[in-house]
């Protein structure tokens, strides 16, 4: 059988899910690899794995990468028309890679596609995402988004009335059919190495949150489609997705993320403005901290020092 599809998963310490995560490829029908990226384990967690999955390729780091880093390796790696990038914490269903794969084959005018992602309960998972405008990040960035968090009850109104729809948010619309969004989540995808080639890897200097927003936002400038195809399936266990757990270094990272983002593509004002409600919010916040656990307000008061000092290549990012 050729091998038509390259699969990159990445293993940050914790080993709970990736054994789960291979095994559940069994059904999948395309030729592929499979490659296991690990930043952290012990000798005894990584000897494990090779000894029980031997067709799995595994890299090792010397150090760990971030998301975008690590990926990349795989997809600089790769040979096959096709690359799909997978978290660890996930259960791909019944032939949902072969169907994203055949999707992709059917329709050249696509770069990349991703599935529907369900919660271990078998609900309804955010699968695809809006650009970033700059009403919503500055709802974000103050704190408000903890209201409409994934699994939040005004959330699950808001999708009941079908506000997403009117609004044209992806995140809050259900999508029953093959359709074309602005992104679909990090959590799975699929590209095509042809629209990869052109584009290049994923940035890295966004270590965190704001990779796929940002990747997908450059293929679609080069004429390349994305689509969510919801026939394919992938439970995605998801721990500290929820809004509500961004704290510490995933809050710093994703707050960098929206900042070179911005930088990144959008006017420069709307950037300022970025900056500002960075300023004013996450001071606010490091104050309110400061009484009450010091080592939060330190990460608060760290993203205002960010937000004061970061700027971005411009020339790598135009190019």
Do not use: C
């Amino acid at each position: 059988m050729d091998t038509k599809l390259t699969i990159s998963f990445i293993v940050t310490a914790n080993f709970q899910y990736i054994e789960k995560a291979i095994e559940s490829l069994k059904s999948t029908q395309v030729g592929h690899e499979i490659y296991v990226v690990i930043n952290a384990g012990t000798p005894e967690e990584i000897a494990h794995l090779k000894r029980q999955y031997p067709h799995v390729k595994i890299v090792e780091n010397a150090q760990r990468l971030s998301f975008s880093e690590n990926h990349n390796q795989i997809l600089e790696l790769s040979q096959t028309p096709y690359v799909a990038l997978l978290n660890d914490d996930i259960w791909v269903h019944e032939n949902a890679l072969d169907i994203l794969v055949e999707y992709l084959d059917a329709h050249p005018e696509v770069g990349l596609v991703g599935p529907q992602l369900y919660y271990e309960d078998g609900s309804l998972q955010t699968s695809a995402y809006s650009d970033p405008s700059l009403l919503r990040m500055i709802y974000k960035i103050t704190g408000l988004a903890k209201l409409t968090h994934q699994r939040s009850p005004l959330r699950r109104w808001l999708l009941k009335i079908g506000l997403g729809r009117l609004l044209n948010i992806d995140s809050l619309r259900t999508i029953t059919t093959p359709e074309r969004v602005d992104v679909v989540k990090g959590a799975v995808m699929v590209v095509r190495r042809d629209a990869y080639l052109q584009v290049g890897g994923m940035d890295a200097s966004m270590k965190a949150y704001a990779e796929e927003f940002d990747w997908q936002w450059r293929l679609r400038q080069h004429g390349w489609q994305i689509v969510l195809v919801p026939e394919a399936k992938v439970t995605h266990f998801g721990l500290g997705q929820a809004l509500l757990t961004l704290q510490g270094e995933r809050l710093y990272y994703d707050r960098l993320g929206i900042l070179t983002y911005f930088l990144k593509h959008r006017s420069w004002w709307q950037a300022m403005i970025i900056r500002l409600v960075m300023l004013i919010s996450h001071t606010f916040w490091g104050l309110i901290w400061l009484v009450f656990n010091r080592e939060r307000a330190s990460v608060h008061f760290k993203i205002v020092k960010m937000a004061f000092t970061w700027y971005y290549p411009f020339a790598a990012a135009k190019s």
